[in-house]
């Protein structure tokens, strides 16, 4: 196997294609296999478990964030254009709308888990962290009391 990829890469001229084709999935992505190798075939993970513990905290502290930062671009008398100004200003239903956000990103999540489709089910974690870390620095980033005259 070794023999043919080399000489596969000497012919080709390029190392990078042959090993790819070459990559077949093999059981030492598994390392320290457990008992019963059904279960490793399926590979189902608690929705629990310590990814996911890790990106929901992610999503409740991007969420944290994107709440304060709302908070300060309104005590500096600029506008927020996602919600409502009077929703903003009345910052217990803001924090439970910014909750809820979190509960519904954390419910899609353990949807997507359910069903069976663990990509997603990361994913929906992964992208709702990125686009609330992205509006809350963007909130942060807006200059106080710089009239814009472009868009
Ligand atoms: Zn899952």
């Given at each position: 196997m070794l023999v043919l990829a080399t000489s596969l890469g000497a012919g080709k001229a390029c190392a990078q294609a042959p090993a790819t084709e070459t990559q077949?999935?093999?059981?030492?992505?598994?390392?320290?296999?457990?008992?019963?190798q059904a279960q490793e075939h399926v590979q189902v993970h608690r929705f629990w478990d310590k990814k996911n513990d890790w990106l929901f905290a992610g999503i409740g502290a991007a969420r944290t964030f994107d709440y304060f930062s709302t908070l300060n671009l309104r005590r500096r008398g600029?506008?927020?254009?996602?919600?409502?100004n009077a929703i903003v200003d009345n910052h217990a239903e803001f924090a439970v709308i910014e909750a809820a956000g979190t509960g519904v990103s954390i419910g899609a999540s353990y949807l997507f888990h359910h069903y069976g489709h663990h990509k997603l089910e990361r994913w929906t974690s992964i992208v709702h962290f990125g686009l609330a870390t992205s509006g809350a620095v963007r909130n942060y980033c807006l200059k106080t009391a710089h009239p814009r005259t472009g868009p």
């Open positions: 077949t999935p093999s059981p030492v992505v598994a390392p320290a296999v457990g008992k019963n600029d506008q927020e254009v996602l919600l409502s």
